[in-house]
């Protein structure tokens, strides 16, 4: 060989070896582009895709004649359990991403289970221990950095390939308010990620972020009670809108043709108010009188600055906690329309003009709710509205957990229906009278908070069934935007897993007695089950590793819904039930 043939060879070896050097950085991409636009083999978001919503995989290697073959390929227990796992997994270029109680990060090949690392942040156990919302569902990726909120009130971002930190910032003073982060940011674009505070039952002003993702620096504030907002101020009696609760505990959803991201606010504090039927006046014998903006609402903030573009509130001064916050915002489109759908606590499903938030319809999901006759969309008000009388005994549905809550629904492209669990149950409530306290019912069993920043909900409450029925789930298959049932299936034990439909025609759900089970989702034929050993409360992801589909399930019972389910419903069918925390994977042989 002779020199300039030498030359050549090494000058090749060199370019072979450099490429081998990137080949890990090419597998560890997540660039802002990427998560935009995620590809099919991938699991980007919370909810799959940051604009669309729909918790839907196209991968269809399994699909409704195969999925029968479903078996096992790993399992991953991460060990410590606090309120099982509520989570759902991202997933990129084969590797997942995994948050775990209470702030715990973890990074798995996809194929194999195998730990590639963990991040565990020291946090302060009393400001831990304390809080209510001791818990995370989920965490969001972007540009190489994993983010994450604590329930200490920080947000980090760790290096995707190492975990190790890039930055820290301590945004709520937990310490103080006991307020902190629980669930997933959304990353929004190179410049932009989102987060909201849990805030609901604090006596504290909720607050949304928008932080720059290389720094952690704060690029806006959104104040959830109406800081600096006359219109929202004049919806509260006095100033209790300076700890009038409203935080946002769940992701949102990037309308980014009309640069804005929607999400959703939870409940005012104090969670229930002695006012009655006067609530909704500012100047009501209250605590805190009037609607309360912008509590219990959907609201689209603008990309850029913050500001509230609309809003729709979808519990006036909520005397029933039925906060907007679970964050489940589906984006779609009928006949050129594009339509936003939110499926609310208080068991309505909402459909609105995309750019403007006018609703277009608002149709009741539940067949058991009693607390309105429902929203007229001429006038724009809830109608018939049922007020509960401090010291009296009232039957309410749906329950304190909502008609929906934070375990998301799908909608499928390729059916045009929108899949949802409902939660038909009710409770009795009795609100304390004006020198009430802050005893709390589950059930049985009853405790007692301390008088300090943490919680204050001045209320009892006890589970009961819906009149004349017993309490379950409903399974819908519907129309997103007329309502309208394709089929159902009914449950009497409640799911609690968010669904995932694939381009395969598979439906997937997690039930709370271990369970779970892949449907047809033209018509509701249940295909495969699986007993996975403990219920389910967290997400359902499919994604690719080696060019092979994978189904990955979140199980784990806990959670403050799980626990209330078991003491107020289903005692007798959940013995000595534990809280436990696992994800299982499975694929066909």
Same mark, same amino acid.
């Given at each position: 060989?002779?020199?300039?043939?030498?030359?050549?060879?090494?000058?090749?070896?060199?370019?072979?070896?450099?490429?081998?050097?990137?080949?890990?950085?090419?597998?560890?991409?997540?660039?802002?582009?990427?998560?935009?636009?995620?590809?099919?083999?991938?699991?980007?978001?919370?909810?799959?895709?940051?604009?669309?919503?729909?918790?839907?995989?196209?991968?269809?290697?399994?699909?409704?004649?195969?999925?029968?073959?479903?078996?096992?390929?790993?399992?991953?227990?991460?060990?410590?359990?606090?309120?099982?796992?509520?989570?759902?997994?991202?997933?990129?270029?084969?590797?997942?991403?995994?948050?775990?109680?209470?702030?715990?990060?973890?990074?798995?090949?996809?194929?194999?289970?195998?730990?590639?690392?963990?991040?565990?942040?020291?946090?302060?156990?009393?400001?831990?221990?304390?809080?209510?919302?001791?818990?995370?569902?989920?965490?969001?990726?972007?540009?190489? /950095?994993?983010?994450?909120? $604590?329930?200490?009130?920080?947000? !980090? #971002? +760790? *290096?995707?390939?190492? %975990?190790?930190?890039? @930055?820290?910032?301590?945004?709520?003073?937990?310490?103080?308010?006991?307020?902190?982060?629980?669930?997933?940011?959304?990353?929004?674009?190179?410049?932009?990620?989102?987060?909201?505070?849990?805030?609901?039952?604090?006596?504290?002003?909720?607050?949304?972020?928008?932080?720059?993702?290389?720094?952690?620096?704060?690029?806006?504030?959104?104040?959830?009670?109406?800081?600096?907002?006359?219109?929202?101020?004049?919806?509260?009696?006095?100033?209790?809108?300076?700890?009038?609760?409203?935080?946002?505990?769940?992701?949102?959803?990037?309308?980014?043709?009309?640069?804005?991201?929607?999400?959703?606010?939870?409940?005012?504090?104090?969670?229930?108010?002695?006012?009655?039927?006067?609530?909704?006046?500012?100047?009501?014998?209250?605590? /805190?009188?009037?609607?309360? $903006?912008?509590?219990?609402?959907? !609201? #689209? +903030? *603008?990309?850029?600055? %913050?500001?509230?573009? @609309?809003?729709?509130?979808?519990?006036?001064?909520?005397?029933?906690?039925?906060?907007?916050?679970?964050?489940?915002?589906?984006?779609?489109?009928?006949?050129?329309?594009?339509?936003?759908?939110?499926?609310?606590?208080?068991?309505?499903?909402?459909?609105?003009?995309?750019?403007?938030?006018?609703?277009?319809?608002?149709?009741?999901?539940?067949?058991?709710?009693?607390?309105?006759?429902?929203?007229?969309?001429?006038?724009?008000?809830?109608?018939?509205?049922?007020?509960?009388?401090?010291?009296?005994?009232?039957?309410?549905?749906?329950?304190?957990?909502?008609?929906?809550?934070?375990?998301?629904?799908?909608?499928?492209?390729?059916?045009?229906?929108?899949?949802?669990?409902?939660?038909?149950?009710?409770?009795?409530?009795?609100?304390?009278?004006?020198?009430?306290?802050?005893?709390?019912?589950?059930?049985?069993?009853?405790?007692?908070?301390?008088?300090?920043?943490?919680?204050?909900?001045?209320?009892?409450?006890?589970?009961?069934?819906?009149?004349?029925?017993?309490?379950?789930?409903?399974?819908?298959?519907?129309?997103?935007?007329?309502?309208?049932?394709?089929?159902?299936?009914?449950?009497?034990?409640?799911?609690?897993?968010?669904?995932?439909?694939?381009?395969?025609?598979?439906?997937?759900?997690?039930?709370?007695?271990?369970?779970?089970?892949?449907?047809?989702?033209?018509?509701?034929?249940?295909?495969?089950?699986?007993?996975?050993?403990?219920?389910?409360?967290?997400?359902?992801?499919?994604?690719?590793?080696?060019?092979?589909?994978?189904?990955?399930?979140?199980?784990?019972?806990?959670?403050?819904?799980?626990?209330?389910?078991?003491?107020?419903?289903?005692?007798?069918?959940?013995?000595?039930?534990?809280?436990?925390?696992?994800?299982?994977?499975?694929?066909?042989?």
């Amino acid at each position: 060989m002779n020199h300039r043939m030498r030359v050549l060879a090494n000058r090749m070896l060199l370019i072979a070896a450099m490429m081998l050097c990137l080949a890990p950085m090419a597998l560890a991409d997540s660039s802002a582009d990427k998560i935009r636009n995620c590809p099919d083999g991938d699991w980007c978001h919370y909810h799959r895709t940051v604009d669309k919503g729909w918790r839907h995989s196209p991968l269809s290697e399994i699909n409704t004649e195969n999925v029968k073959n479903l078996r096992p390929a790993w399992i991953f227990q991460p060990g410590e359990v606090r309120m099982g796992m509520h989570g759902t997994p991202v997933v990129i270029n084969g590797e997942m991403y995994l948050s775990t109680n209470p702030s715990t990060v973890w990074k798995l090949n996809g194929a194999t289970g195998e730990r590639i690392w963990a991040h565990v942040p020291e946090m302060d156990e009393a400001v831990v221990s304390r809080s209510v919302f001791a818990h995370t569902r989920g965490l969001a990726i972007g540009d190489g /950095r994993v983010y994450m909120g $604590l329930v200490d009130g920080r947000v !980090i #971002a +760790l *290096d995707e390939k190492d %975990g190790s930190v890039i @930055w820290d910032k301590q945004l709520v003073n937990s310490k103080k308010d006991s307020a902190g982060f629980s669930g997933a940011g959304t990353f929004v674009n190179s410049d932009l990620l989102v987060i909201g505070q849990n805030a609901g039952e604090y006596p504290v002003e909720g607050r949304i972020f928008g932080l720059d993702p290389k720094t952690g620096d704060l690029k806006w504030t959104f104040y959830t009670t109406g800081r600096g907002d006359e219109k929202a101020l004049a919806t509260w009696g006095g100033d209790s809108w300076k700890y009038g609760g409203g935080g946002s505990w769940q992701p949102g959803t990037v309308d980014y043709d009309n640069n804005q991201i929607f999400m959703g606010t939870s409940n005012p504090n104090p969670d229930y108010d002695y006012c009655g039927a006067d609530c909704r006046d500012p100047k009501a014998d209250a605590i /805190r009188g009037g609607d309360n $903006l912008y509590t219990s609402s959907t !609201i #689209a +903030l *603008d990309l850029g600055t %913050g500001k509230l573009n @609309w809003y729709f509130q979808e519990a006036p001064s909520d005397p029933y906690d039925y906060d907007s916050a679970p964050g489940e915002y589906v984006i779609f489109e009928d006949n050129g329309r594009k339509l936003v759908l939110h499926p609310g606590k208080n068991g309505f499903n909402h459909v609105h003009e995309l750019k403007t938030g006018k609703p277009v319809n608002v149709y009741p999901d539940m067949k058991s709710q009693n607390w309105t006759s429902g929203f007229n969309l001429e006038t724009g008000e809830w109608e018939n509205l049922l007020w509960p009388k401090a010291g009296e005994k009232t039957l309410v549905c749906p329950a304190i957990d909502g008609g929906h809550s934070w375990n998301a629904g799908s909608y499928s492209p390729q059916t045009k229906l929108f899949y949802r669990i409902a939660n038909e149950w009710c409770m009795d409530l009795t609100i304390a009278p004006k020198e009430g306290g802050t005893k709390i019912t589950f059930g049985t069993e009853k405790r007692i908070t301390e008088p300090f920043a943490q919680v204050y909900m001045a209320a009892e409450w006890v589970g009961q069934p819906p009149p004349g029925d017993t309490t379950h789930g409903r399974l819908t298959a519907r129309n997103p935007l007329t309502g309208e049932i394709a089929w159902e299936k009914r449950y009497d034990i409640i799911p609690h897993s968010a669904l995932l439909t694939t381009g395969g025609g598979v439906l997937f759900i997690g039930t709370t007695d271990g369970f779970v089970e892949a449907i047809n989702a033209e018509n509701g034929e249940v295909l495969w089950r699986f007993n996975n050993g403990s219920g389910h409360h967290g997400g359902i992801v499919s994604y690719e590793a080696g060019g092979k589909q994978y189904i990955g399930v979140v199980v784990g019972h806990g959670s403050y819904v799980g626990r209330a389910l078991v003491d107020s419903y289903h005692k007798e069918k959940f013995v000595n039930m534990k809280e436990s925390a696992a994800v299982v994977v499975f694929s066909l042989p």
